[in-house]
């Protein structure tokens, strides 16, 4: 399973950008998805995340201003983040918990690379 990151860039405080991250490979489910964040110096955050069904949770600080949705038919993940503060500059990596078509019954972890997000004051 392959996770293919996109979407960072550099923004001003105040604007928006749209991550989208696609799994690929020979996959069989994916109960859950999510987005990471790591800024540098700091421990890796859990952003969003979001299962098979619909059901999202969010770390406070992006609660109201980010939100995660996935299209299930694609294994995308998308998190569409607004009202970009500075603090949310980090690298964003997206996970996917997985079972694939040679072990069905065995759920792994999976990561993409990581994407820039970069929010100027």
């Known amino acids: 399973v392959q996770l293919q990151a996109s979407g960072g860039g550099l923004v001003q405080a105040g604007g928006s950008l749209r991550l989208s991250c696609a799994a690929s490979?020979?996959?069989?489910?994916?109960?859950?998805m999510a987005w990471y964040r790591q800024a540098p110096g700091e421990q890796r955050e859990l952003v969003a995340r979001?299962?098979?069904?619909?059901?999202?949770s969010y770390t406070d600080s992006a609660k109201g201003r980010f939100t995660i949705s996935r299209d299930n038919a694609k294994n995308t993940v998308y998190l569409q983040m607004n009202s970009l503060k500075p603090e949310d500059t980090a690298v964003y990596c997206c996970?996917?918990?997985?079972?694939?078509?040679?072990?069905?019954?065995?759920?792994?972890?999976?990561w993409g690379q990581g994407t820039q997000v970069t929010v100027s004051s």
């Open positions: 979001i299962t098979s069904g619909g059901s999202t």
């Open positions: 996970h996917a918990r997985a079972s694939t078509y040679y072990d069905s019954t065995i759920y792994r972890d999976y």
């Open positions: 490979g020979s996959i069989l489910s994916i109960p859950a």
